[in-house]
C-alpha cells in the first residue's frame, strides 16, 4: 500500500489492484494540484503579450520592434529554464519543486506591477521583467514530468493532455482577464494610481499596474495547495546523470523537433497574435477577442487526448501537421499574400484553426513518447530485468516529456520575431508564413518517415506486443 504522507514509498501504478484501491485517487488528486499552478504559471509568463500592447497608449515611447522583442523574451527566458527544470522533478521532489516554482511567480507580477506606472521606466528594465516573466514557462517542464510517474500507461496520454491543456487554459484565462481588470480601480488605494491612456485621440483611465498584481493571491494560495496536499514518488527519484541519457536518444530529438512545431506554434501564435492584429488591422477593435485562440488551442489539448489514445499519437500528429499548413496558406491568403483583399474575419477564423491543430499536436506528440520509449526499451536493455526495463521507461519518457517542452517552448520567442523581422523588412508577414509552412510539411515528412509507416517502431504490431511483454 502506499504511504498516506507526502512520499509514497510503494508505487506501482501498473499493477490493476493497485491502482483501483488506492493509486488512482492518488494521482488524481495530485493531478488536480498541478493544474492550477500550471495555470497560474502560463498566466504569468504570457501576461507580457497583453501589457506590452498597451505600453504606447499609456506613454511608453518604444518602437514596434522593441515591442516584438519584448514580446519574445518571455518565451525565449521560459523555455531556456525548461531544460533546467526538466530535471529537477526526480532530484528534489515534485511537491517541493511545486512549491518553489509556483511562489518564484511572485518576482514577475509583482514587477509589473511597480514598472508600469511609472512612464520614465527604462527600456532594459522591461527586457528584465520579460525575461523574468520566463519562470512561469519553465513550470511546465516539471509539471508535466512530475505527473507522467502517476499514471499507468493507459492513461498517461489522457493525464497530461488534462494538466497541459488546462495550464495551457491560462493564456486564455490571462488574455480574457487583464482587459478586464485594467479597467477596475476599486483597489487603487492598495496597487497605485491610474494611467492616462490615450487612443484614437480619446483619453480613458486604466490601472496596467493590476495586470501584474492581480495574480499574486493566487500564486499564494495555489503555491499552499501544493505544498500541503501534493506527493512525492520515491522511485521517481533519479541524478541529473540517469536522465541525462536521453541527450543519446534519437526519438527524444525527433520529438523535439515535432512538439516544436506544435506547442512552439501554440506559445508562439499566442504570444504574437494581439500585437500582430493590432498591427495588420488597427481599425477593428477586436483586443477583447483575443483570448479565443489559446482558449481554443488549450481546450482542443485537453479534451482531445482520447483520440490519441485510441488512434496513435503517430497518426493523429500525421493530420495535425498538415492542418497547420492548410491554416498557414488561409492566413497568407488573409493578409492579402495572394492578391486579394486582406479580411479580418478571414484572418481572426484561420487563426482559430491554427490554434484548435496546436492543441490536438499538442496532445498526440505527448502521448507517443511514453509509447516510443516503451516499444524501444526493450532493444537498448536486451538483458534488463523487466522490472528494470520498466523503471528506465518511466524514467525515460518523463525526461523527455520535460526536455521536449523545453525545446519546443523556444517557437514562443521565434515567432513573434520572425513576425517582427518579417514587418520590418517587407512591411508584412508574409515571409514569416512561408517559412512556418516550409517547418509545418518537414514535419508532416519527419513523422511519416520515423513513426507514421508501416513499419515503424509504433506500427510494427509484432514489435509494439514484445515491448509491451517486456515491460
Given at each position: 500500500?502506499?504511504?498516506?504522507?507526502?512520499?509514497?514509498?510503494?508505487?506501482?501504478?501498473?499493477?490493476?489492484?493497485?491502482?483501483?484501491?488506492?493509486?488512482?485517487?492518488?494521482?488524481?488528486?495530485?493531478?488536480?494540484?498541478?493544474?492550477?499552478?500550471?495555470?497560474?504559471?502560463?498566466?504569468?509568463?504570457?501576461?507580457?503579450?497583453?501589457?506590452?500592447?498597451?505600453?504606447?497608449?499609456?506613454?511608453?515611447?518604444?518602437?514596434?520592434?522593441?515591442?516584438?522583442?519584448?514580446?519574445?523574451?518571455?518565451?525565449?527566458?521560459?523555455?531556456?529554464?525548461?531544460?533546467?527544470?526538466?530535471?529537477?522533478?526526480?532530484?528534489?521532489?515534485?511537491?517541493?519543486?511545486?512549491?518553489?516554482?509556483?511562489l518564484s511567480l511572485l518576482i514577475p507580477a509583482i514587477?509589473?506591477?511597480?514598472?508600469?506606472?511609472?512612464?520614465?521606466?527604462?527600456?532594459?528594465?522591461?527586457?528584465?521583467?520579460?525575461?523574468?516573466?520566463?519562470?512561469?514557462?519553465?513550470?511546465?517542464?516539471?509539471?508535466?514530468?512530475?505527473?507522467?510517474?502517476?499514471?499507468?500507461?493507459?492513461?498517461?496520454?489522457?493525464?497530461?493532455?488534462?494538466?497541459?491543456?488546462?495550464?495551457?487554459?491560462?493564456?486564455?484565462?490571462?488574455?480574457?482577464?487583464?482587459?478586464?481588470?485594467?479597467t477596475l480601480g476599486a483597489f487603487?488605494?492598495?496597487?497605485?494610481?491610474?494611467?492616462?491612456?490615450?487612443?484614437?485621440?480619446?483619453?480613458?483611465?486604466?490601472?496596467?499596474?493590476?495586470?501584474?498584481?492581480?495574480?499574486?493571491?493566487?500564486?499564494?494560495?495555489?503555491?499552499?495547495?501544493?505544498?500541503?496536499?501534493?506527493?512525492?514518488?520515491?522511485?521517481?527519484?533519479?541524478?541529473?546523470?540517469?536522465?541525462?541519457?536521453?541527450?543519446?536518444?534519437?526519438?527524444?530529438?525527433?520529438?523535439?523537433?515535432?512538439?516544436?512545431?506544435?506547442?512552439?506554434?501554440?506559445?508562439?501564435?499566442?504570444?504574437?497574435?494581439?500585437?500582430?492584429?493590432?498591427?495588420?488591422?488597427?481599425?477593428?477593435?477586436?483586443?477583447?477577442?483575443?483570448?479565443?485562440?489559446?482558449?481554443?488551442?488549450?481546450?482542443?489539448?485537453?479534451?482531445?487526448?482520447?483520440?490519441?489514445?485510441?488512434?496513435?499519437?503517430?497518426?493523429?500528429?500525421?493530420?495535425?501537421?498538415?492542418?497547420?499548413?492548410?491554416?498557414?496558406?488561409?492566413?497568407?491568403?488573409?493578409?492579402?499574400?495572394?492578391?486579394?483583399?486582406?479580411?479580418?474575419?478571414?484572418?481572426?477564423?484561420?487563426?482559430?484553426?491554427?490554434?484548435?491543430?496546436?492543441?490536438?499536436?499538442?496532445?498526440?506528440?505527448?502521448?507517443?513518447?511514453?509509447?516510443?520509449?516503451?516499444?524501444?526499451?526493450?532493444?537498448?536493455?536486451?538483458?534488463?530485468?523487466?522490472?528494470?526495463?520498466?523503471?528506465?521507461?518511466?524514467?525515460?519518457?518523463?525526461?523527455?516529456?520535460?526536455?521536449?517542452?523545453?525545446?519546443?517552448?523556444?517557437?514562443?520567442?521565434?515567432?513573434?520575431?520572425?513576425?517582427?523581422?518579417?514587418?520590418?523588412?517587407?512591411?508584412?508577414?508574409?515571409?514569416?508564413?512561408?517559412?512556418?509552412?516550409?517547418?509545418?510539411?518537414?514535419?508532416?515528412?519527419?513523422?511519416?518517415?520515423?513513426?507514421?509507416?508501416?513499419?515503424?517502431?509504433?506500427?510494427?504490431?509484432?514489435?509494439?506486443?514484445?515491448?509491451?511483454?517486456?515491460?
Amino acid at each position: 500500500m502506499a504511504n498516506p504522507g507526502h512520499l509514497l514509498t510503494d508505487w506501482r501504478p501498473e499493477d490493476p489492484a493497485f491502482w483501483s484501491q488506492s493509486g488512482k485517487s492518488i494521482a488524481t488528486r495530485n493531478l488536480w494540484i498541478s493544474v492550477p499552478n500550471l495555470l497560474l504559471a502560463f498566466s504569468v509568463w504570457m501576461v507580457w503579450s497583453m501589457v506590452v500592447a498597451k505600453l504606447k497608449l499609456v506613454g511608453f515611447k518604444f518602437t514596434t520592434e522593441q515591442l516584438f522583442w519584448l514580446t519574445a523574451l518571455p518565451a525565449l527566458s521560459g523555455a531556456t529554464l525548461r531544460i533546467f527544470y526538466s530535471f529537477l522533478v526526480p532530484i528534489v521532489g515534485g511537491r517541493l519543486w511545486t512549491t518553489v516554482s509556483t511562489l518564484s511567480l511572485l518576482i514577475p507580477a509583482i514587477g509589473i506591477g511597480v514598472a508600469v506606472q511609472n512612464p520614465h521606466t527604462s527600456y532594459w528594465v522591461f527586457v528584465a521583467l520579460a525575461l523574468a516573466c520566463g519562470l512561469g514557462g519553465g513550470n511546465f517542464a516539471s509539471s508535466m514530468s512530475n505527473i507522467s510517474f502517476f499514471y499507468p500507461k493507459a492513461e498517461k496520454g489522457n493525464a497530461l493532455a488534462i494538466n497541459a491543456g488546462f495550464g495551457n487554459l491560462g493564456v486564455s484565462v490571462m488574455q480574457f482577464l487583464v482587459p478586464v481588470v485594467v479597467t477596475l480601480g476599486a483597489f487603487a488605494p492598495v496597487v497605485g494610481a491610474p494611467q492616462i491612456a490615450v487612443e484614437k485621440g480619446v483619453e480613458s483611465q486604466i490601472w496596467l499596474q493590476n495586470a501584474g498584481f492581480v495574480w499574486v493571491p493566487f500564486v499564494l494560495a495555489a503555491a499552499a495547495m501544493a505544498w500541503l496536499g501534493m506527493s512525492d514518488i520515491a522511485s521517481a527519484r533519479a541524478s541529473f546523470s540517469e536522465q541525462s541519457v536521453v541527450f543519446k536518444r534519437k526519438h527524444n530529438w525527433v520529438i523535439c523537433w515535432l512538439y516544436l512545431g506544435t506547442f512552439g506554434s501554440f506559445i508562439g501564435f499566442s504570444a504574437a497574435f494581439p500585437l500582430l492584429m493590432k498591427t495588420l488591422f488597427p481599425g477593428v477593435q477586436a483586443m477583447q477577442l483575443v483570448f479565443l485562440g489559446p482558449l481554443v488551442g488549450a481546450a482542443s489539448r485537453a479534451l482531445t487526448g482520447w483520440v490519441s489514445d485510441r488512434y496513435g499519437g503517430q497518426n493523429v500528429t500525421h493530420w495535425v501537421f498538415i492542418a497547420l499548413a492548410v491554416g498557414v496558406l488561409s492566413v497568407l491568403h488573409s493578409t492579402g499574400s495572394f492578391g486579394s483583399e486582406a479580411s479580418f474575419s478571414l484572418f481572426f477564423a484561420s487563426f482559430m484553426w491554427l490554434f484548435f491543430w496546436t492543441g490536438v499536436g499538442n496532445a498526440s506528440t505527448f502521448q507517443m513518447i511514453p509509447a516510443i520509449v516503451r516499444a524501444d526499451m526493450p532493444r537498448l536493455m536486451p538483458t534488463g530485468a523487466p522490472a528494470a526495463i520498466l523503471r528506465a521507461a518511466e524514467m525515460e519518457s518523463a525526461a523527455i516529456v520535460g526536455f521536449s517542452s523545453a525545446i519546443g517552448a523556444f517557437g514562443g520567442f521565434f515567432i513573434p520575431m520572425a513576425f517582427g523581422n518579417s514587418m520590418k523588412a517587407t512591411g508584412g508577414p508574409a515571409t514569416a508564413l512561408l517559412v512556418f509552412l516550409a517547418f509545418y510539411l518537414s514535419c508532416v515528412a519527419l513523422n511519416w518517415a520515423v513513426y507514421g509507416r508501416r513499419t515503424s517502431l509504433l506500427n510494427a504490431p509484432q514489435r509494439t506486443a514484445n515491448a509491451e511483454a517486456s515491460a
